[in-house]
């Protein structure tokens, strides 16, 4: 997989577990405990603080998390 995607102009990246070197405004797949755990998504706000955008919810891959973040993408141009 990739370790960048743009969707609608909108950054994203999959990171190894940390966020913190994500620019803001962009989103990213986090691994946790390096994907054995599985995967996170979050978007870093514009004060550099990550959002977590699956709650309670984690995703096995990140081609899983990678769909679910264009689609929210997409909900997010359209509103």
């Known amino acids: 997989m990739k370790r960048y995607h743009s969707h609608l102009d909108r950054d994203i990246f999959v990171t190894s577990g940390s966020a913190k070197d ?3 405004g962009s989103f990213g797949i986090c691994a946790i405990d ?5 995967w996170s ?3 870093i706000g514009p004060d550099g ?3 977590d955008l699956g709650g309670e919810y984690y995703f096995a891959t990140p081609e899983e998390a990678l769909v679910f973040l264009k ?6 141009q359209a509103g």
């Open 34 to 38: 390096g994907g054995a755990q599985g």
């Open 41 to 43: 998504v979050v978007h």
């Open 49 to 51: 603080d990550a959002a």
């Open 71 to 76: 689609e929210l993408i997409e909900m997010l």
């Open 22 to 24: 994500l620019s803001p």
